[in-house]
């Protein structure tokens, strides 16, 4: 589209000399009222598709190929989607290997809606017209007459509808209106019941037994080692039960063993077995489980907000927007030598809610 | 004598003096470098221990005490096991460079396999501790890959992420990558918890637990593994994904964008 292919008359220099079709814009000079002028509109440029039968036939044929290879493309993906096995991989520099089917389906569909919007784009751009167009904008408000009209008549009508004179209705109407909403707030018992105490209580009670969730076997204190890390769930519940999800995720339990010297907090002292610590595995900050047990600092780490607490000190928060020690479950040894929980946590896991204080 | 005496002025005499303390020390170097190895090579199996200490003594007792009681630069090795010494030693984490960061990371080990084995013959002679694993143990037959994902997700992927490509822990501590790593390597991280790892002994992650943990990873996050996705992005899941998406998706569209409206469509180029 070089310009050596325009007509030297139809050229904008050339056209503007002669005929003007285009206004400018409402043109103004300075005055006591506007003391700047309006220079309205610059002179508006045309295009080669203006000028050009040709160009525009050529942006024409463009839009057209564009909004053809989109449907070239979506034929390809309907094709693909029948044709492709779901298993076949290929290699794709730089993608590596990929699945075939996926790869030709987001490429197709992707071809296909990238040349929609293209050809809109070159149409806009090169085809419909781009004169510059003035739309004067004017005050909202009505005119006073219209304003007198609609007030005269709006006390009118209060004056006839006597709402101050019957009292009687005026007041039955209002207890009326005031009680309708209250069947939609009725209504929202239904999302209930209210938790109650079920984010106080875990399945941990007193005599169960602690049970190693890789082995699914009730653990002894031998079993667990120095530096080891054991997560361990209340005896009873099995993975294939209905409601898993919901007790473990209070329940769920981390398990390490420390020297007992290394044990700072007098009560985590007490509540261990042998320097055997059990703490709860839910964050105190959002509820992420949390895990990341560096065994020579006894640093626990969340991996959701980077809280750290210190196993080896009561669980505290050494770091961290977490606002609660991690609870610790009371542990000793039954008589047949299994550990087993001395009760239940004596705080809420998890994260804080409103009435945890 | 004279001769030399007299030239020992020669601006060329300290050049030769040096290439001749050089050819002295490479020259004693190479009569006992071989030496040191024949010998390894043809150890009986009786003085296995005996030359494992000696190897302990130049290499290790710097840090770990003359006896592995350990010393403030080193813990105690009594008891860590023969698993340990191998774990360590063979991904080059032992012997640690002096100044040290927040963690020992894996280079280049500098021992053969035999004096890894000496070395350990020798530590664990000084307390028991968990032996090297055979390949029955870790090898991937009668291996439960889906098992071996389930026991991943539970015990090892929030500090190695789901498929073992590692993640960052306190105060420049990590977790490595397990790319890469061999399956009887994991087999005796898991049993021994090197460093910061917490350890996974047979009592709570049996034998059978653990191969099912290899073949997992081996089947997620080796060579062979396939990626229907193409491009893992480094396999961190959402976090590198949404910064992709963000950066390049978003970007490319804005890019798109300010190269439409820069392009001027009128036949006048301004």
Redo the contacts between chains.
């Keep these: 589209m070089s310009s050596q292919d325009i007509p030297e008359e139809n050229l904008p220099a050339a056209q503007s000399a002669g005929h003007d079709e285009h206004g400018h814009g409402a043109v103004s000079v300075a005055d006591d009222k506007h003391p700047f002028a309006d220079p309205g509109l610059p002179p508006h440029e045309h295009r080669i598709q203006d000028v050009d039968e040709r160009a525009a036939k050529r942006s024409e044929r463009s839009v057209a190929l564009m909004f053809t290879v989109s449907m070239l493309a979506t034929v390809a993906f309907i094709a693909a989607f029948v044709a492709i096995p779901v298993d076949k991989s290929v290699y794709i520099w730089p993608l590596g290997h990929i699945s075939a089917l996926n790869f030709a389906l987001g490429m197709t569909l992707g071809i296909a809606l990238f040349c929609i919007g293209a050809g809109a784009v070159h149409w806009a751009r090169t085809l419909m017209s781009d004169v510059e167009v003035a739309d004067e904008r004017h005050p909202i408000e009505a005119t006073p007459e219209v304003r007198e009209k609609v007030f005269a008549d709006f006390s009118q009508g209060a004056k006839e509808s006597a709402l101050g004179r019957r009292k009687l209705i005026r007041n039955t109407m209002l207890g009326a209106l005031t009680l309708v909403p209250l069947s939609g707030v009725v209504l929202l018992r239904d999302l209930g019941p209210l938790p109650g105490t079920k984010l106080r209580h875990t399945l941990w009670s007193k005599g169960k037994l602690l049970v190693n969730m890789n082995t699914n076997e009730p653990l002894r204190p031998s079993d667990v080692a120095v530096g080891s890390l054991t997560f361990a769930k209340p005896e009873g519940l099995e993975e294939h039960d209905h409601g898993f999800q919901n007790e473990i995720a209070k329940a769920a339990l981390m398990i390490v063993r420390l020297q007992p010297d290394d044990i700072k907090d007098k009560r985590e002292l007490e509540w261990s077995h042998e320097g055997i610590v059990a703490y709860s595995k839910i964050c105190t900050h959002v509820g992420c489980p949390i895990s990341l047990y560096e065994q020579q600092t006894h640093h626990v780490l969340c991996p959701c907000h980077q809280s750290t607490f210190d196993l080896s000190d009561g669980a505290r928060v050494i770091f961290g927007p977490a606002g609660h020690a991690l609870p610790q479950l009371r542990i000793g040894v039954n008589d047949e030598g299994y550990l087993e929980a001395h009760g239940d946590f004596e705080e809420p896991v998890g994260p804080s809610f409103w009435e945890r204080g | 004598m004279k001769k030399l005496s007299a030239r020992r002025r020669h601006p060329l005499a300290a050049l030769v003096v040096l290439l001749l303390a050089l050819a002295c020390t490479g020259g004693l170097y190479a009569v006992f470098a071989p030496a040191d190895k024949a010998q390894a090579d043809e150890t009986a199996q009786s003085l296995t221990i005996e030359e494992g200490k000696k190897l302990y003594a130049v290499g290790c007792a710097s840090c770990h005490g003359t006896g592995g009681q350990g010393t403030s630069d080193g813990p105690s090795l009594v008891g860590v096991g023969a698993a340990a010494v191998d774990f360590q030693v063979a991904t080059g984490r032992m012997p640690a460079a002096t100044s040290q960061g927040p963690q020992v990371p894996e280079k280049k080990n500098i021992y053969s396999q035999a004096e890894i084995d000496q070395l350990a013959a020798y530590i664990a002679s000084l307390g028991a501790g968990p032996s090297i694993p055979t390949e029955e143990q870790y090898g991937p037959e009668g291996a439960d890959i889906a098992k071996g994902g389930e026991?991943f997700r539970?015990?090892c992927a929030?500090?190695h992420n789901f498929t073992g490509k590692g993640?960052a822990?306190?105060h420049g501590?990590y977790?490595p990558s397990l790319e890469g790593a061999s399956p009887k390597h994991i087999y005796e991280a898991m049993q021994t918890?090197p460093?910061?790892?917490?350890?996974?002994?047979d009592?709570?992650?049996?034998e059978k637990?653990k191969k099912d943990i290899i073949a997992y990873l081996d089947a997620v996050n080796s060579e062979k593994t396939?990626?229907?996705?193409?491009?893992?992005l480094g396999g961190l899941g959402p976090v590198s994904e949404g910064l992709f998406g963000w950066i390049f998706g978003l970007g490319g569209l804005i890019a798109v964008a300010v190269w439409?409206a820069a392009r001027t469509?009128?036949?006048?180029k301004s």
């Design positions: 026991l539970n015990n929030q500090c993640g822990l306190t501590k977790a918890g460093q910061n790892m917490p350890s996974f002994p009592t709570t992650l049996s637990n396939e990626s229907p996705g193409g491009l893992a439409v469509a009128k036949a006048k």
